[in-house]
């Protein structure tokens, strides 16, 4: 993985709380690395082994990221439900939370992901 677009996230479990994700997120060889770890959100101490989920740009519909006052996200829609398994997606849409320190790497990971699209597209 390119070293220097690692993106730290965390997600917590919408429906109860009681589980959260933490991970990272980033790019080689052409595809989206999701490195990610579920743990009990009460007392930490639960953990479900780590996970890799590897997203083939070709499957990456849409990379963005945002922020307001309070918070930074970023947003990827995926091709297939089975790309977004285990992150708390709704749907096809997997919004990853990002500390207001790494909002500028968040968005160079978008523009890296982009330009890596956009030099792979036929034609």
């Known amino acids: 993985m390119n070293q220097h677009l690692l993106l730290p996230f965390e997600m917590q479990d919408p429906n109860t709380g009681f589980t959260r994700v ?17 743990t009990d959100n009460l007392f ?6 780590l996970v890799e989920r590897e997203i083939p740009l070709s499957e990456v ?3 963005d990221a945002s922020s307001n006052v309070f918070r930074s996200f970023l947003l990827l829609r995926v091709a297939r439900l ?9 749907g096809n849409e997997i919004k990853l939370r990002i500390k207001r320190s ?20 036929p034609g």
Do not use: C, M
Not at 22 to 38: A, P, Y
Not at 102 to 121: E, G, K, M, T
């Open 22 to 38: 933490s991970g990272i997120v980033g790019l080689r060889d052409n595809r989206l690395i999701i490195e990610f770890q579920k």
């Open 44 to 49: 930490r101490a639960f953990k479900w082994p």
């Open 61 to 63: 519909i849409l990379v």
């Open 82 to 90: 089975t790309l977004a398994d285990g992150l708390y997606a709704k």
């Open 102 to 121: 790494d909002r500028p790497l968040a968005f160079d990971l978008v523009d890296a992901i982009r330009s890596a699209q956009a030099q792979h597209r």
